[in-house]
């Protein structure tokens, strides 16, 4: 019973929406009730809280404490258990920026399995970009495709990859790939948006996300996206009213800084740019890291506050 608890999380986490995650962890925690030494399950629990605590519209500080917690749990429990070091791993990388120690993991993961889809994805999206690998990054991505082929979450974020390593015909290509397998995924919308910002076509961008929304975060990444397009094709009045925007749905949801901070970068306004970095930073936004490797973010690069920023993430430039 308690396996088929663990199963149910696994259909739950699959979905990837923040309500989905909820219940794959509140089946985890039953399958430990029933079996408490059941190692797979608290790696499973560490492994969807830091799903939430990458998911745009969660504060890092509520859920990735809680995936630490339960992978070190999983790993005491069966130290040979490749998704507990790649779930400890994946929350060293976003929210400790402790990037020796996760490579460590990610390294054993593999030794145990290097047939796990989702290793390859968190290897590929929060580690190797941020330590300035993005080429690898894109090779991890492409494995992870490869073991799951109709992976929602590997073939949407194997557009970022392809973005940060500055392919952005090809990102293009892959998030158009993930649009197809589910129109309704906010990230893969939001994916194809920015390929299609960055190859210049800033109408198409708007006009993607202009169709009604489904859910909250549809709503605010669409929100971003249409931002970044106005920001990149010079319309800065059009762009300052989506960050309006942001601000006004942070009132009653959370909103991560990096977002404001990258339109503001590509509207070469550095110092507000900063400011919202620097929350970012104040509250572990995991998505921070990116920094590194981010087009939008390439405005600041010359700044000396960004080789500061990066340097207190333990990162060099």
Known sequence: EAYQLYLKGRYHYAKRAKD????AIDSYKKAIELDPNFALAYAATAEAYNSIGKNPSAAPK?????????????LELDPLLPEAHSALADSLTIYDWNWAEAESHFKRAFELDPNISYIHVAYG????????????????????????????????????TLIYARHYDKALAQAQKAVELDPDFPLAKHWL?????????????????????????????????????YAKSGKRAEAEKEIAKLRELG????????????????LDEKDKAFEELERSFNEKDCYLGRAAVDPFM????????????????????
């Not at 509520?62 to 999983?74: E, F, N, Q, V």
């Not at 300035?132 to 194997?158: D, F, K, M, W, Y």
């Not at 009653?252 to 404001?260: E, G, L, Q």
């Open 298 to 317: 390439d405005p600041l690069r010359d700044d000396p506050r960004f080789k500061d920023l990066l340097k207190r993430m333990n990162l060099s430039q």
């Open 20 to 23: 989905d995650m909820f219940k």
């Open 62 to 74: 509520d859920s990735i404490p809680l995936a630490k917690a339960a992978a070190t749990r999983a």
């Open 125 to 160: 999206t929060s580690f190797l970009p941020a330590v300035g690998r993005p080429e690898e990054a894109v090779a991890q991505l492409e494995r992870a495709v490869e073991l799951e082929p109709l992976s929602l979450i590997a073939n949407t974020v194997a557009s970022s």
């Open 251 to 266: 009132k009653t949801m959370y909103i991560r800084p990096y977002y404001i901070a990258s339109i503001y970068a590509a």
């Open 193 to 229: 948006g920015t390929a299609l910002i960055l190859t210049g076509r800033y109408d198409e961008a708007i006009r993607a996300c202009l169709q009604p929304a489904h859910d909250p975060l549809s709503e605010w990444l669409c929100i971003v996206t249409i931002g970044h397009a």
